[in-house]
């Protein structure tokens, strides 16, 4: 499974954005995805998951909750992580990850496959 990113930049605080991550494959609905972030001399971070084969099921860190949404098309291969009302703690790298397997998954060490990365700055 390769993972492609997309979507950041540069964003005023209050402002909005849309992640999108491309998979390959034909089993994208089997996966469970995730979003992580990682700010300047800060550890890899989870932000939210949703589930795989066809659960839909969705968990989000404390911090973003109310303000970001992750989404999938399973037709576009395609998830989303829509955030809303940025603040300048949101800036980092964003990151997508995918598990094959039905449950969400809040760790880093439980994801097998990880994008390149889309800089999301926030300016305040």
């Known amino acids: 499974v390769q993972l492609v990113e997309s979507g950041g930049g540069l964003v005023q605080a209050g402002g909005s954005l849309r992640l999108s991550c491309a998979a390959s494959g034909q089993t994208f609905k089997d996966y469970a995805m995730g979003w992580f972030r990682q700010a300047p001399g800060k550890e890899r971070e989870f932000v939210a998951t949703?589930?795989?084969?066809?659960?839909?099921?969705?968990y989000y860190a404390e911090s973003v909750k109310g303000r970001f949404t992750i989404s999938r098309d399973n037709a576009k291969n395609t998830v989303y992580l829509q955030m809303n009302s940025l603040k300048a703690d949101d800036t980092a790298v964003y990151y997508c990850?995918?598990?094959?397997?039905?449950?969400?998954?809040?760790?880093?060490?439980?994801?097998?496959?990880w994008g390149q990365g889309t800089l999301v700055t926030v300016s305040s």
């Open positions: 990850a995918a598990v094959r397997q039905g449950l969400v998954q809040k760790v880093t060490t439980g994801y097998d496959y």
């Open positions: 949703i589930s795989g084969r066809g659960g839909g099921n969705t």
